[in-house]
């Protein structure tokens, strides 16, 4: 059966070291590749208060086995005690580049 691919979101804060969060998550082929956009500013409800703060969302592709080992991790890394983790299936795409996250993120694959 094919890897089924997804995409998840989460959120770091704007002083946090989004590039060394990504380059670990790549490392240990949790993810297949992860963008790292520029700041922005979020507004939500926290502990009855309206709060506002400056974020970066992650994107992170990789494959739904992956999901709950990068749920583990993500929370060992993450700052936030309630980090964002929103995974979104990948319904279709390029053969060749969803083949690449599946070798991408392939546990037996040499670091």
């Keep these: ?32 590749c992860i963008h790292v956009p520029a700041e922005m500013t979020s507004v939500y409800w926290w502990e009855g208060e309206l709060s506002q703060d400056v974020e970066r969302q992650v994107v992170i592709k990789t494959t739904r ?19 964002e983790f929103v995974v979104v299936p990948i319904i279709d795409g390029s053969d060749v580049y969803l083949r690449w996250i599946s070798e991408s993120t392939a546990e037996d694959r040499p670091t």
């Design 1 to 32: 059966m094919p890897d089924e691919y997804v995409i998840v979101l989460t959120t770091l804060p704007a002083d946090a070291d989004a590039v060394e969060f990504a380059r670990t998550l790549v490392t240990e082929r949790l993810a297949a």
């Design 65 to 83: 086995v992956r999901v709950g080992p990068l749920w583990e991790r993500l929370r060992d890394l993450h700052q936030y005690d309630v980090p």
